[in-house]
């Protein structure tokens, strides 16, 4: 049950009421904004809540028990609050959206509506459409491990132990020439063998997407040039003097953490796992079907 102070209750009550809507996204990088669709700027917490006149309401939908709250909220983007590069390049997945609904003549009366996680995000003709989803729906990821053949750590994190600052598996470069919107040859890199960073991560550090991540699709070398391809365009184009760091790729095999990491210790993975093909296993006439296992 949602508590109102006495001055809002009174305020409801009076007939004449000078109500507007607010949200409050925090972003997973801690950026906090605050948007209303009032005509001027409203400050509640400390946080001042921008006027955009294109935010529109849908309805919501709120359900008991378990089911999952939805709603949307779109818009135009009309703003540098919220750019068309900022929400391509995923900045806004998963981030919280608290919504109020507040006296703008007295914004200290106010209510938290919901809080809900920021979901798909749509852009068209120049507006986006986010869909905002009740906490509930936390309850439907699946948590807990898998047991299956790959590896189920990421690479360098507490639980795969790999160094990422050797040498042997970071280095730094730089755009010398752009072949497309995802394809790009660097200098640096000759000493790297082809493949090496193959499922690896970009982290730029300078240029248009500066701070920005990007997986590596594919890296190898011909002459005297290395030419690296990110599996999806950047929010940005990339321009010819872009710096940028590099690390190795793991397609999660034990093979591949034995040789190129020397990590068996910390592999998460289960490499002897039977397979689906030992499921469909049957006797058959020539073999010794005396009991003992298939496998070893």
């Not at 999952?68 to 995923?90: M, R």
Request: charged letters at 20%.
């Amino acid at each position: 049950m949602r508590e109102l102070s006495e001055s809002f209750k009174n305020h409801l009550a009076s007939g004449a009421t000078t109500l507007c809507q607010c949200w409050k996204i925090e972003r997973q990088d801690g950026l906090i904004q605050g948007f209303t669709d009032h005509d001027d700027v409203i400050v509640i917490e400390g946080i001042r809540f921008q006027p955009q006149s294109g935010f529109t309401p849908s309805e919501a939908i709120s359900n008991l028990g378990l089911g999952v709250d939805t709603s949307e909220v779109e818009g135009a983007l009309q703003s540098d609050f919220i750019s068309q590069n900022a929400l391509g390049a995923g900045d806004y997945d998963n981030a919280q959206v608290t919504i109020y609904k507040v006296n703008w003549q007295n914004p200290s009366d106010f209510v938290v509506l919901r809080v809900a996680d920021l979901g798909e995000v749509t852009l068209e003709d120049g507006l986006f459409r986010a869909e905002l989803r009740g906490l509930m729906h936390r309850l439907n990821q699946v948590r807990g491990r898998l047991f299956e053949n790959a590896c189920d750590a990421d690479l360098g994190d507490a639980r795969c132990g790999v160094n990422l600052n050797n040498p042997a598996f970071r280095a730094e470069s730089t755009v010398t020439a752009l072949l497309d919107n995802q394809t790009f040859q660097a200098d640096a890199l000759l000493s790297f063998e082809n493949g090496w960073f193959d499922r690896g991560l970009i982290t730029w550090i300078e240029g248009g997407n500066r701070g920005r991540e990007i997986e590596v699709e594919s890296q190898f070398s011909h002459l005297d040039e290395t030419q690296i391809r990110i599996w999806l365009p950047m929010p940005v184009p990339i321009s010819t003097g872009d710096r940028f760091s590099i690390v190795a790729g793991c397609d999660k095999l034990f093979p591949t953490c034995r040789s190129k990491f020397q990590n068996v210790t910390n592999f998460r993975g289960f490499p002897h796992i039977p397979g689906n093909d030992f499921a469909y296993r049957f006797a058959r006439s020539g073999r010794a079907n005396n009991g003992a296992p298939i496998v070893r």
